[in-house]
T-cell receptor, first 113, second 112 residues
Framework: NAGVTQTPKFRVLKTGQSMTLLCAQD?????MYWYRQDPGMGLRLIHY???????AKGEVPDGYNVSRLKKQNFLLGLESAAPSQTSVYFC????????????FGPGTRLTVT | SQQGEEDPQALSIQEGENATMNCSYK?????LQWYRQNSGRGLVHLIL?????REKHSGRLRVTLDTSKKSSSLLITASRAADTASYFC????????????FGQGTRLTINP
């Protein structure tokens, strides 16, 4: 039982390049989330999904797109990376009912030069 | 915008002492959660307190919630070096879908 995994762990991009971050969970959770964490700050919600095939915008969605084609996977895409997107990205998942606790992946550290 | 604000931003204490962190929020909530983040790692859920609860315990953790003041506190008793981490409060208000809004965190250092 791996919980929430993220791929890759580290990535360096040049401005204008694109990439996709993959999040996978094996807990059969309905809800999945993408956050970014900047130095000295808490997490800010980028996009989230309440189920397969559905996504919604969070607090800071500009410059990002997401897809949830399978229940266990949630992809975060950067179409044209900018230095302002340098951050640590965390994926999380939770059940639709119960304790509402979110389970987090280990993070992806992205640097855009 | 951040819902929760935590105080202090950083706290350094001796092993064995108690650590208290505070969180204030702005809007009505259903639940408030506390998470721990070790350096370079993801967040780990510690405890959840519902809006109709005033106090909750879990091991060495004690959480209080005052909805009239829109504030919560996390007390860690008999601190250990392994408690060194950042601690975040998170609220899920009217947003629904269990969307959490995180505070900026308190960086706790336990000195041996």
């Amino acid at each position: 039982n791996a919980g929430v995994t993220q791929t890759p762990k580290f990535r360096v991009l040049k401005t204008g390049q694109s990439m996709t971050l993959l999040c996978a969970q094996d807990m059969n959770h309905e809800y999945m989330y993408w956050y970014r964490q900047d130095p000295g700050m808490g997490l800010r919600l980028i996009h989230y999904s309440v189920g397969e095939g559905t996504t919604a915008k969070g607090e800071v969605p500009d410059g990002y797109n997401v897809s949830r084609l399978k229940k266990q996977n949630f992809l975060l895409g950067l179409e044209s990376a900018a230095p302002s997107q340098t951050s640590v990205y965390f994926c999380a998942s939770s059940t639709r009912t119960g304790t509402y606790e979110q389970y987090f992946g280990p993070g992806t550290r992205l640097t855009v030069t | 915008s951040q819902q929760g604000e935590e105080d202090p931003q950083a706290l350094s204490i001796q092993e064995g002492e108690n650590a208290t962190m505070n969180c204030s929020y702005k809007t009505s909530i259903n639940n408030l959660q506390w998470y721990r983040q070790n350096s370079g790692r993801g967040l780990v859920h510690l405890i959840l307190i519902r809006s109709n609860e005033r106090e909750k315990h879990s091991g060495r953790l004690r959480v209080t919630l005052d909805t009239s003041k829109k504030s919560s506190s996390l007390l860690i008793t008999a601190s250990r070096a392994a408690d060194t981490a950042s601690y975040f409060c998170a609220t899920d208000g009217i947003q629904g879908a269990q969307k959490l809004v995180f505070g900026q965190g308190t960086r706790l250092t336990i000195n041996p």
